[in-house]
């Protein structure tokens, strides 16, 4: 049981770095990007191709693909989100959907559907004693990256300048230009941060989950609810809904199998019954 | 003038009509089935993207739910495939209600996150449930029969199935056209005026929603009982995708563009299959991308508007002009003022 509810933690810090990503991108910009599911998957794909091919080792694509992947992401930022971001947001969730179909499918023609295979880092091949049961130590180091990377940039958004543009963008865009900050000239970083933090999480996924091309698009639906469920908008009710999530999806799976993966969609139900903005969500979701 | 414009809208639907008879003359007739098929799915969902600025990304629930139900019926009842077919379709309705009373609510992009989301869990629920929908295998050997006659031939079976098809036609056409859609099409210009004209929008919306799932289960049940065969496929997220882009190819709010964007994409998809291009999605994704960038409008807008262009005249109010009318780039389905 407890050791099903650390599996829960586990699981949860994947959904807690993609719905951070999903949330920062959408407070900046007010984009749901629909190909975070596909970046996740390229993060994945990334530091399988650079060990397979290059022999570089997961501590230097931990670094480097999220890099990539979020230099790849202030390039499409530019060249095509940006003209679209003065539509309905709409529209910019249609070209993020078809981006998507096809990241997926060219990964796809080229390695097949079946899973490549990744080792885990030699360093954290082992197990970790907990006290009431052993470990393994390359999950507790995933959950430690998860949780280190979410406090940082809750600190990084709460307690510095550049967080304090970002915050006050996200509420206020056009008070916020009036007061002589360059809203747009954050835009561009913020976008390319959040498809880093999906590049991340991809590269965590490689070493104890399937890399294959499929990956990222089933995992994404389960975020979007799992962001309606924290709360519309809100930063840190994507990450606390995340981990919370993760925890009674696995527990539920304890009790109930059959549930496994409805359970996070029920909750999903429930609290838009009750709170349609979300946890910690605001009204503005509101119609 | 005054002549071809009256004469333009007969003439139009008899040439429908015809192209509607005649399909499967001229292509394979499993394809023209396909057509038909995801033209109603299209004309369905565009009554809510369109004519309501509702983007669900949902859909594929209630066309492969009801694929699911009509191609259960049908094993296991051998009642007739219409009766199947209408029993899809309720299922589908049924199925929207708790769906669309907890979507609504939400504005925009969200009301399209939270209906793929409920997408995905019916996707989830058909997978699991092996023991009645066969899980990955899908449903087969779903019977085609009307009263001792066989319809196994998917020529037999597309005009026997193009009554109903055409009857979900005039049903989209005539919710467009009647006071109700009226009110549909001032929600999505102006919820908050309709609301303050007393109009609960909220019930109109799900209205809207539960038609529009009961249409797409019709078009769903039917695709299913004329394949013999529901797939898992039917209910996954690409479904609603596509239904959507074909939308968005022919025109939000035209009606008609989707039908035409189902056919062009229906045939895209087959001339790939055919010639074994293993990457569809990057085909589709593309042309998504490509609509999305500079094609907002879609073909049967940048036809109208071209038209209006050159004979000069505009008819204003009409809904489904909203956004493609007065030459401002496509209007925002889906938000209108918030409240």
Known sequence: ??????????????????????????????????????????????????????????????????????????????????????????????????????????????????????????????????????????????????????????????????????????????????????????????????????????????????????????????????????????IFGSVAAGFAIGLVSALGNLYVPALSQTLVFILMAAVLLWRPAGLFGREEALS | MILSRLARRPLLLAAGLVLALALPWMIYPPVALDMACWALFAAALDLLLGFTGLLS??????????????????VHSGLPFPVAALGGAVFAAVLALPIGYLSVRLRGIYFAM???????????????????????????????????????????????????????????????????????????????????????????????????????GLAGGLFALGHGFASLESVYWTTSGQAVMMVVLGGIGTLWGGVIGAGLVVELNDYLVTVGFDGIGIVTGTIFVIIVLVFRRGIWGTARDLLAARTGRRRPGEPGSGDTQDGAPARTPGVGTPV
């Open chain 1, 1 to 234: 049981m407890l050791q099903q509810a650390f599996n829960g933690l586990v699981g949860g810090a994947f959904y807690a770095l993609l719905a951070l990503g999903l949330a920062v991108i959408f407070g900046m910009l007010g984009v749901v990007n629909f190909a975070h599911g596909a970046f996740y998957m390229l993060g994945a794909f990334g530091s399988y191709v650079l060990l397979d091919s290059f022999g570089v080792n997961f501590w230097a694509a931990l670094v480097l693909v999220p890099l990539l992947l979020g230099l790849a992401g202030t390039v499409l930022e530019r060249l095509f989100i940006r003209r679209l971001a003065p539509l309905d947001p709409l529209y910019n969730f249609l070209f993020t959907f078809g981006l998507a179909l096809i990241l997926q499918d060219l990964v796809k023609r080229e390695y097949g559907v079946q899973s490549q295979p990744y080792p885990r880092p030699g360093l954290l091949s082992g197990t970790v004693d907990l006290g009431l049961f052993g470990y393994p130590a390359y999950q507790v180091f995933v959950l430690a990256v998860s949780v280190v990377v979410c406090a940082a940039v809750w600190v990084v958004l709460t307690r510095t300048r550049v967080g304090m543009i970002v915050r006050a963008a996200t509420e206020r865009p056009d008070l916020t230009r009036a007061l002589g900050i360059d809203v747009g000239r954050w835009v561009t970083p913020v976008f390319g941060f959040g498809i880093a933090l999906a590049g991340l999480a991809g590269v965590l996924a490689a070493p104890m989950r399937a890399v294959n091309p499929l990956m990222g698009a089933d995992l994404i639906i389960t975020v979007f609810a799992v962001v309606v469920i924290g709360g519309l908008g809100s």
């Open chain 2, 57 to 74: 990304f949902g859909h594929a629930a209630f066309w492969g739910g009801s694929a699911y139900a009509a191609a259960l019926i049908a």
């Open chain 2, 114 to 216: 939270v209906t793929l989301a409920f997408a995905q869990m019916v996707y989830f629920v058909v997978n699991q449930w092996r023991d009645l929908t066969g899980g990955e295998n899908g449903l087969q050997g779903v019977p085609r029969e009307l009263f001792g006659l066989d319809l196994s031939d998917s020529f037999v079976f597309y005009y026997a199935a193009l009554p109903l098809l055409l009857a979900g036609f005039v049903a989209v056409w005539r919710v467009v056209r009647s006071p109700f859609g009226r009110v549909l099409v001032s929600i999505r210009d102006n919820p908050a005026r309709a609301q303050a004209l007393g109009y609960p929008v909220e019930r109109y919306k799900l209205l809207a929603f539960v038609l529009s799932a009961a249409l797409s």
